[in-house]
Nanobody, 124 residues
Framework: VQLQASGGGLVQAGGSLRLSCAAS????????VGWFRQAPGKEREFVAH????????YYTDSEKGRFTISSDNAKNTVYLQMNSLRPEDTAVYYC??????????????????WGQGTQVTVSS
């Protein structure tokens, strides 16, 4: 499956952005789709994931309450709504999908398919 991430841009601190991750085909029901980000000079880190069929979600503590991951099954698209953005949220955001079983889905190795990334820049 090919993933296309979009929706990044430049926003002031406190602002909002909605990222989209569109898949080239329908996700299988067992798939988990996640968002990661990589800031300059830092390692890629997990942000959130959603179970495609269950809709169950998981976030890191720093994003909980500010970010919301959701899915539109009819459009084969996963969204990341980001509110109350901070300068430290500046990064390239990547979406990823996994058909692997029994993973925690909060590490890069848990995911098989990756989008190309979209830049989010938050100015202070």
């Amino acid at each position: 499956v090919q993933l296309q991430a979009s929706g990044g841009g430049l926003v002031q601190a406190g602002g909002s952005l909605r990222l989209s991750c569109a898949a080239s085909r329908r996700f299988f029901s067992t798939y988990t789709v996640g968002w990661f980000r990589q800031a300059p000079g830092k390692e890629r880190e997990f942000v959130a994931h959603i179970g495609w069929s269950t809709g169950s979600t998981y976030y890191t503590d720093s994003e909980k309450g500010r970010f919301t991951i959701s899915s539109d099954n009819a459009k084969n698209t996963v969204y990341l709504q980001m509110n109350s953005l901070r300068p430290e949220d500046t990064a390239v955001y990547y979406c990823a999908a996994s058909g692997l079983y029994g993973r925690s889905y909060d590490r890069e190795g848990d995911f098989q398919y990756w989008g190309q990334g979209t830049q989010v820049t938050v100015s202070s």
